[in-house]
Structure formats: structure tokens, C-alpha cells
Nanobody
Framework: QVQLVESGGGLVQPGGSLRLFCAASGIIFSINTMNWYRQAPGKEREWVASITSPGRTNYLDSVEGRFTIARDNARKTVYLQMNSLKPEGTAAYYC???????WGQGTQVTVSS
């Protein structure tokens, strides 16, 4: 049974940082491209970042230079380091395995003073 469990969300002030975690189980983690998505209230879910098996990364333009995606294949975990957070970063953040139906349950990030 495939499971993705996100954690690390919370309330942070504008300009602050958070690190999100997504722990995977039930898959051969190392061969899969992993993604982070987010969904703000009243908006469509959008892709934020991805990391391939060899570690190639891609980012949404609006987070490039502020967010960093990384993976630890031994721990079957993907991370999203978010720096210089802005209020528009307030959303539920989800991880997903590329080309599958598997999503995590999400972790809430709120950027507010």
C-alpha cells in the first residue's frame, strides 16, 4: 500500500522559513520523480517543484530562488525548504509521485503577520 505523509507546515511570518517533509512508503522511492503541489483557498491546485530520480530539479517561476526541493532516497523522504515566504504562499502543500494517482493528505502553511 502506497502512502505519502506530509509534515512540517505551520504559521510563519512573511519573510520566514519552513521546511516541509514527505515520507513515502510502499514504493520503490528511488526511481520515482517526486513533486510538491499547493492549493490556496478558492484556487486550483498548482505544481510547485519536482525532483527526478538522479536529482534534477524544476520550480514554479514564482518560487525559483526561494524554495529548494531535495530528496533522501535512503529515508524515502522528499523535502521542500521554503525561504522568504510571502503571504501568497499560504496554502495546503501536497506531495505526489509523478505519473501516479498517489497524493499525500497535505500540510497547511500559513504566512501571516
Amino acid at each position: 500500500q502506497v502512502q505519502l505523509v506530509e509534515s512540517g507546515g505551520g504559521l510563519v511570518q512573511p519573510g520566514g522559513s519552513l521546511r516541509l517533509f514527505c515520507a513515502a512508503s510502499g514504493i520503490i522511492f528511488s526511481i520515482n520523480t517526486m513533486n510538491w503541489y499547493r492549493q490556496a483557498p478558492g484556487k486550483e491546485r498548482e505544481w510547485v517543484a519536482s525532483i527526478t530520480s538522479p536529482g534534477r530539479t524544476n520550480y514554479l517561476d514564482s518560487v525559483e530562488g526561494r524554495f529548494t526541493i531535495a530528496r533522501d532516497n535512503a529515508r524515502k523522504t522528499v523535502y521542500l525548504q521554503m525561504n522568504s515566504l510571502k503571504p501568497e504562499g499560504t496554502a495546503a502543500y501536497y506531495c505526489r509521485i509523478s505519473n501516479t494517482k498517489y497524493w499525500g493528505q497535505g500540510t497547511q502553511v500559513t504566512v501571516s503577520s
